[in-house]
């Protein structure tokens, strides 16, 4: 299960999306450096959802993005 819906995400406002991207980035960075610490980590898997979910938030604001350019 996705940590953020597209839905979720294309409802959000651009510093809401900004604000979440900061989180998921504070989270990633902490569980790398667990990582390379040598700790373990509760669930692996959440750093690759981390990953794609921020991926996810970038890729619609660089869509939305350019959807205004093309409008210009």
Known sequence: MPIIRLKDIREMSFEDREKKVMELRTEL????????????????ARVRELRKAIARILTIENEEGRAGEEKK
């Open 29 to 44: 960075l902490r569980l790398k450096t667990m990582v390379k610490a040598g700790g373990a980590v509760d669930n692996p």
